[in-house]
């Protein structure tokens, strides 16, 4: 109470809390929601869990540097082509913002020069070169500086013999680089044909989502290849094909199971089971190879 008997105003800050309450600064993730049953979650124990949602068992999309951490062996990663950053050949310019104004924007947020880090690696003392997807830098769209990074990887690996991962989460070609966008599809295909013709592995790994021209170009074209529970992996989404064709497709269709059931892939593999799952194939690989060499 007041001198004047009245009850003391507490100031209450823009939120409704009282300051020093609103003060006091959370972790960022001190509770999360799982995106797809809304059940909520710790944010220690969904770390802890690799972002994977105990209840319902959905995968949730991980930075790259969070997938890089999760397959390789700790501090064996070495980025090539970092430098590399995308310039803006037809002065794109979408809801008033320029294609660069919007690059500027995502190297800031993401802390990434472009949508893929590309590199060699080890994993259970094992090389391996390795590309991962970021689905955070636009959408993980493939324009010439993701198709030239993936492209020198595909060739290093090729050169060296080393087995390549690539681990996929992107929405397509980007429209902002137009035409050259498109032309990596076939830049990243006619490298990994050579790596074929040399007879050096090459693994994927298919991440929620996986669309577009990805898709229809390397995504599709590992000599094993597998996806994570529940990832979109399709050319077109089926939402978008049920839209514009007017027509209702079976369930799960553009999903890790339905391509599995029909021979589209070769397995999904929970998350806390990839690397053990990696290292078995490349394990079986380097005896092929040591055999025929
Ligand atoms: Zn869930």
Redesign the pocket.
Known sequence: MSENGKQAEIPVSFNGAHPDIAMRSLPDNLAVK?P??R?LLLGKDWDRNLKV?P??G?HAQLTANERIDLLTDEKTFEEIDGNLVSNDPLKFVSNAQTYSSKLEGLVASTHLSEGVKAGAAKIDGLPLMLVVMDFRFLGGSMGAVVGEKITHAIEIATRDRIPLLISTASGGARMQEGVIALMQMAKTSAALARMADAGVPFIVLLTDPTTGGVTASFAMLGDVTIAEPGALVAFTGPRVIEQSLHVKLPKDVGYAEFLLAHGMIDSIVHRRDLRATIVRVLHLYAAAEAVAH
């Open positions: 799982c797809k049953c059940e949602c209840r319902c959905h």
